[in-house]
């Protein structure tokens, strides 16, 4: 997101002291030495410096290193615009026009700011099909209104962000499922289909359920009931469930609440989570469920993963206040040894920590789970200690801190403010816990650490062994004895990004220099058929600063070539790289270009891009676009 404030640490607001927290943690800590572990290599100069041949077993041609107006990919592959901003989504879905943005359109085109993808083949898929027929589910994070419409730039949001304007942005919000095709070699979003759906935050009922579900704190004025709530908003990440159904987790809800929280019923739960009277967005100007003062509850229905069923286009999503509240990124969803269903989750904030959920019930070999299968299990937060262990903290009413003591007085509470919640039971605070993606072919779990200003150089710790921290790092966890449900793990570091000439603490394998690029910013992340991580960037407003471009950096994890990133796609300038998304067979990644364009002096009137029209007139549209092999092979073949 632009606002690089939101992304401060939040100082808690009562319970233990955060600096408390950050005491007992480094109490534990160890020697940092040798933390990167065996074949890591500390700054080699030289990017261009002669090698020998390369150990890795990505062997594409890297696009230059460089940021342009346009995207890049490596040689012998091609990057084809699948579908833009505004392109039609639902039947009778108006022709895009850039001057005429207006609420009723944008319910049936294609959001703003695509982010998460979700490629899922149609039911009965053979072999065949899978990977050339399948529903693409989009994440549309947030809207940047300053590329959307002229005039805007600069301005006070209630002199030029009219109720219609706002209703648009809502109707921009949200997601798209489209249903899409592979023919001779290229992806087409099939105009026929009987799946098209645009969920936004104008208009689409959402259900609420699990432990929070119906409890006073849920409750409003348009909801008495406290289990419906209009829309999901500022969907960041997501996962696909072993099932067919699709989280998209609620990011920075925060930016979207005005009025003055410390006047609520609320206020430390607002504070806990960033609502602080300086919202984004003045949406409350359109819709006063916004506003914080007359609906003090109506932020505690946002800030949950969302479960959609997208083979169902009539079917209502749910909110499942089981895998708790805070700022969701995303989830990297598996099975326990025992077939329960796991759910790993970032919070995305300086300082904030990584969580687990697990099912109570098993998920059954065959055939769908119960339609209530991830409202009952149990919520537990990481503790990284600087041996390497990792031990996950359940978040259970009732015991240790959790208590009316300390003002839980219901698993709702507990759920309503995790945050406050995992802070009691002495989570490790992590450096922006974004992606967290499960390797299902070497059973280790990846968390892309994104980044940390604030982290103190006095606050460091072995699993945020940098302060500060503008560069991001990435974590590779080892369940015990291989079961995602084990009560602990084990931990380690698998690089550290950063600029090798000038971050002496970056991390990569040896070689980097000679064969591969460098990163900044990890954020989200795909896993390839051969188990090899390929990681999207989000430097935000430090690309500029960095001069490298935000893209898909890929590596693979064991043998060789560990850690030795490489460059193989290239957004656009001011673009944010997000959604990576095989299809089964491995012969497409799909990637989401977010924000072409976004960031200061750029506007609608002088986009600094605009990208992919490059048209006079109309503004940068994020987009979609499918990568293929120009022969045909897998992507890394
Ligand atoms: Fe929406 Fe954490 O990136
Ligand atoms: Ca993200
Ligand atoms: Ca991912
Ligand atoms: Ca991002």
Redesign the pocket.
């Known amino acids: 997101?632009t606002a690089d404030d939101d992304d401060l640490p939040i100082e808690r607001p009562l319970g233990e002291p955060f600096s408390e927290i950050l005491a007992r943690r480094l109490g534990r800590r160890a020697a940092l030495a040798g933390i990167a572990g065996a074949g890591m290599s500390a700054a080699v100069p030289g990017w261009l410096a002669a090698a020998g041949k390369n150990p890795s077993s990505l062997t594409f041609e890297q696009p230059s290193h460089i940021i342009e107006n346009t995207d890049a990919i490596a040689a012998g592959y091609r990057a084809d615009v699948l579908i833009r901003w505004g392109d039609p989504v639902l039947i009778g879905a108006p022709v895009f026009d850039p001057n005429n943005l207006n609420a009723a359109a944008q319910s049936k085109q294609f959001g703003y700011n695509n982010?998460f993808l979700a490629y899922l083949p149609l039911p009965g898929a053979g072999a065949d099909t899978a990977s050339t027929r399948g529903l693409l589910c989009v994440n549309h994070?947030y809207t940047n209104s300053e590329l959307m419409w002229a005039g805007v730039s600069g301005k006070p949001k209630s002199e030029v962000m009219t109720a219609e304007r706002i209703r648009t942005e809502m109707a921009a919000h949200g997601l798209s499922i489209i249903e899409i095709a592979k023919s001779a070699g290229r992806w087409q979003v099939v105009s026929d289909s009987k799946y098209p759906r645009r969920i936004t935050t104008l208009a689409t009922p959402i259900g609420i359920s699990g432990p929070a579900a119906g409890t006073a704190r849920m409750r409003t004025a348009t909801d008495p009931s406290g289990t419906r709530v209009i829309g999901t908003v500022n969907n960041?990440a997501g996962g696909v469930t072993p099932w067919g159904t699709v989280l998209t987790a609620e990011e920075n809800f925060h930016g979207y609440f005005s009025g003055d929280p410390v006047l609520t019923s609320e206020a430390r739960n607002h504070a806990r989570l960033g609502i602080n009277g300086r919202p984004w967005y003045n949406w409350a100007d359109a819709d006063e469920r916004f506003d914080v003062e007359k609906h003090p509850n109506e932020p505690n229905r946002f800030g949950w993963m969302v479960e959609i069923d997208p083979f169902d286009p009539t079917s209502t999503p749910v909110k499942r206040t089981a895998l708790g509240r805070f700022k969701h990124e995303g989830a990297g969803v598996t099975l326990s040894a025992e077939r329960r269903a796991v759910v790993y989750m970032g919070d995305?904030q300086a300082f904030e920590y990584l969580y687990r959920f697990v099912s109570q019930v098993r998920v059954p070999e065959s055939g769908k789970p119960a339609a209530d299968l991830l409202d009952h299990g149990t919520l537990s937060v990481a503790r990284f200690d600087d041996d390497g262990a990792l031990r996950w903290l359940p978040l259970r009413f009732g015991e240790g801190p959790l208590t009316a003591a300390n003002g839980f007085t219901s698993a709702a509470d507990v759920m309503i403010e995790a945050r406050r919640a995992a802070d009691l039971l002495g989570a490790t605070p992590l450096d922006r816990p974004?992606d967290v993606e499960v390797n299902p072919v070497n059973g280790k779990i990846y968390v892309m650490l994104?980044n940390n200003k604030s982290r103190g150089t006095d606050k460091k710790d072995a699993a945020n062994p940098r302060g500060p921290n503008p560069n991001g790092h990435i974590l590779e966890l080892t369940p015990k004895g291989g079961d995602h449900g084990a009560s602990s793990a084990n931990w380690n570091v698998f690089l550290l990004a950063g600029d090798l000439s000038k971050d002496a603490g970056a991390r990569y394998h040896p070689e980097l220099a000679q064969h591969g690029a460098w990163l900044a910013?990890p954020?989200?992340a795909a896993v390839d058929p051969k188990g090899r991580l390929w990681i999207a960037t989000?430097q935000?407003s430090a690309q500029r600063k960095n001069k490298i471009p935000d893209g898909i950096y890929a590596a693979d994890v064991d043998g060789a070539g560990r850690a030795l990133t490489r460059l193989f796609y290239r957004c656009p300038r001011d673009a944010?790289m997000?959604g990576p998304a095989f299809t089964p067979d491995g012969k497409t990644l799909f990637v989401a270009v977010?924000h072409p364009g976004e960031g200061k002096g750029s506007n609608f009137e002088t986009p600094s891009t605009r990208w992919p029209d490059f048209k006079a007139g109309p503004p940068p549209r994020p987009a979609v676009v499918a990568i293929t092999k120009s022969d045909g092979g897998a992507i890394g073949s």
């Open positions: 997101m982010d994070e960041c995305d974004e994104t910013g954020d989200n989000d935000g944010e997000c977010q």
